[in-house]
């Protein structure tokens, strides 16, 4: 499986941005995906993940009304919706996938993912 990630940039706080994993040699239905970041100074924090075989989706408590993730079957893509960015929210992104069923506990976990692709660079500030 290859991923290549996209829609960085510099946004200002209270903004948006949508970033896509644009997946290859798989489809979506089998596998499952996770948005990760890493923030300058921080650890990679799972960000959200979603289930091929379900749709099943997790955010983490930071990120959770803020941020969505959804699929495009059709362009085998899957997207993070970022709305109303903070600062902190400042981060290289990255997705993963791997084509193991995931359990929800597991699913933002970056142990679970198997393949990565690179990152992109979220910067919000005015």
């Known amino acids: 499986v290859q991923l290549q990630a996209s829609g960085g940039g510099l946004v200002q706080p209270g903004g948006s941005l949508r970033l896509a994993c644009a997946a290859s040699g798989s489809t979506l239905r089998d596998i499952d995906i996770g948005w990760f970041r890493q923030r300058p100074g921080k650890e990679r924090e799972g960000v959200s993940c979603?289930?091929?075989?379900?749709?099943?989706?997790s955010y983490a408590s930071s990120v959770k009304g803020r941020f969505t993730i959804s699929r495009d079957r059709a362009k085998n893509t899957v997207y993070l919706q970022m709305n109303s960015l903070k600062p902190e929210d400042t981060a290289v992104y990255s997705c993963a996938a791997t084509r193991r069923r995931l359990i929800v506990s597991s699913c933002r976990q970056d142990v679970s993912y198997d393949y990565w692709g690179q990152g992109t660079l979220v910067t919000v500030s005015s």
């Open positions: 979603s289930r091929g075989s379900d749709g099943h989706t």
